[in-house]
């Protein structure tokens, strides 16, 4: 059993910065990408970031050169850094991770205040 444990959300003025935080737990944690998805209030799920067992990442377009996704193996650690947040940013925050299963955090919740 995986467990995904986010924290670091909050309330934040535009312009300003958060950082997310989120440790796997259990057995099983040789994950093929780990990572971040938000929910916008009224919106559907979409991808923030996210890292290749590789190291390689990817990034939503609306997050790129604002976002930071890092990933410390030793840990089970994924680090989403966000600066220069923006209204459009306020959402949920979920981690995500993947090996063949889909596993999910509990969620976060992110508010930019304009």
């Known amino acids: 059993q995986v467990q995904l444990v986010e924290s670091g959300g909050g309330l934040v003025q535009a312009g300003g910065s958060l950082t997310l935080s989120c440790t796997a737990s259990?057995?099983?944690?040789?994950?093929?990408?780990m990572g971040w998805y938000r929910q916008p209030p009224g919106k559907e799920r979409e991808l923030v970031a996210l890292?290749?067992?590789?190291?390689?990442?990817n990034y939503a377009d609306a997050v790129k050169g604002r976002f930071t996704i890092s990933k410390d193996n030793a840990k089970n650690t994924v680090v989403l850094q966000m600066n220069n947040l923006k209204s459009e940013d306020t959402a949920v925050y979920y981690c995500?991770?993947?090996?063949?299963?889909?596993?999910w955090g509990q969620g976060t919740q992110v508010t930019v205040s304009s």
């Open positions: 890292v290749h067992r590789t190291g390689a990442t």
């Open positions: 259990g057995r099983g944690l040789l994950f093929d990408t």
């Open positions: 995500h991770a993947r090996s063949g299963w889909h596993y």
